[in-house]
């Protein structure tokens, strides 16, 4: 992964992300994969670990991964943060000897991979670590919609640090569809603090590509959390299920 955004690395910040980022279908999607009985379960880009820490509560094994050292503290100071085990780390770099029956990148995180070398490693770090029967699920955005139009620009969060306006602008899009980069600038009462932000928008062909290189089988694409099949033209959403070649 890049260097993380001020959004992210950024303590004032990071405390107030999930505040911003409450969904609730993607979370139930994940851990609906690992099922009922203890599963070893890594998440690569937990962030503030939200799905870690409802995994752990569900009684699995959990390993979160996150370069953010901000993102972290918020973590390991939340219930059950004694729980999992965080690692300070990227996900091209991420290396252990242990193996996990589900591996997860959630949260669009697999957007933040903006070049072919990152999304390769990062693939090959799923490939390396997972069981021989296990799951590998992440989603990310499809290219063929305006995200820049279906995207809000602009909230307020009453926060324990006073009322924040957050305000979303772009600042290059001579690359879309493939890349947009903008910028939230936070308002806060004594401060304004700008996190600049770059995604790629990779097509469902293209990520396909680039799992076969890493020996990796994708199982399906869903379109949306209940399911649903992925519609090049109708889906903003592109669900990834992927096992190892051979063990389809």
């Not at 990152?118 to 955005?141: C, N, W, Y």
């Not at 910028?183 to 401060?191: E, G, L, N, V």
Request: aromatic letters at 10%; glycine letters at 8%; proline letters at 4%.
């Amino acid at each position: 992964m890049p260097r993380p955004d001020l959004q992210f690395s950024h303590q004032r910040l990071a405390d107030l992300y999930d505040l911003g980022n409450a969904g609730s279908e993607d979370r139930k999607f994940y851990l609906s994969l690992a099922g009922e009985a203890p599963r070893d379960v890594l998440d690569l880009g937990c962030g503030t670990g939200l799905l870690c820490l409802a995994f752990a509560a569900k009684g699995h094994r959990v390993t979160g991964v996150d370069p953010a050292a901000a993102m972290l503290a918020v973590a390991r100071r939340a219930p059950l943060g004694d729980r999992v085990t965080w690692v300070e780390q990227t996900s091209e770099e991420f290396c252990t000897d242990r193996v996990f029956d589900l591996i997860i990148m959630t949260g669009h995180a697999f957007q933040v991979l903006l070049t072919d070398q990152q999304v390769e490693a990062t693939l090959a770090t799923m490939a390396k670590h997972l069981k021989p029967d296990g799951l590998i699920a992440f989603e990310s955005r499809n290219p063929a919609f305006d995200w820049d139009a279906i995207w809000g620009r602009a909230y307020e969060m009453e926060t324990p640090q006073g009322h924040v306006r957050a305000v979303r602008r772009m600042t290059d899009s001579s690359r879309a569809p493939e890349f947009l980069s903008f910028a939230w600038d936070y308002h806060f009462q004594d401060d304004t603090l700008t996190s600049h932000s770059t995604l790629r928008f990779l097509s469902a062909d293209t990520i396909t590509g680039f799992a076969d290189q890493a020996g990796l089988h994708v199982e399906a694409i869903l379109g949306d959390w209940q399911g649903g099949a992925f519609d090049p033209n109708l889906s903003r959403e592109m669900i990834f299920k992927l096992r190892r070649k051979g063990a389809e």
